[in-house]
């Protein structure tokens, strides 16, 4: 499994951005997909994630937010971040999780400053 993540780059405070993340390779139909922070210093922590059924899960942080959304074909992964803050600066790493084995994208670096 492979999976390749876009859509990073430098907003504004207040602003938005979407991420994007394709996967690709032997993709199950039970999965879970969705993305992860790492913030300078910081551990790796989870943002969102949607499971195949259409479940979706946040973190408190981001609730409200940001929305994640897959495709109909479900080996996309989208996260639209809106009203944007400094602390919302890390790397977001897109993953994929299924017959127990996590599977990891490179990460894409997001950075909120003025």
């Known amino acids: 499994v492979q999976l390749q993540a876009s859509g990073g780059g430098l907003v504004q405070p207040g602003g938005s951005l979407r991420l994007s993340c394709a996967a690709s390779?032997?993709?199950?139909?039970?999965?879970?997909m969705g993305w992860y922070r790492q913030a300078p210093g910081k551990q790796r922590e989870l943002v969102a994630t949607?499971?195949?059924?259409?479940?979706?899960n946040y973190a408190d942080s981001v609730k409200g937010r940001f929305t994640i959304s897959r495709d109909s074909a479900k080996i996309t992964v989208d996260l639209q971040m809106s009203a944007l803050q400094p602390e919302d600066t890390a790397v977001y790493y897109c993953f994929l999780s299924q017959l127990g084995i996590n599977h990891w994208g490179k990460g894409t670096l997001v950075t909120v400053s003025s």
């Open positions: 390779g032997s993709i199950f139909a039970i999965n879970v």
């Open positions: 949607m499971i195949s059924s259409g479940r979706t």
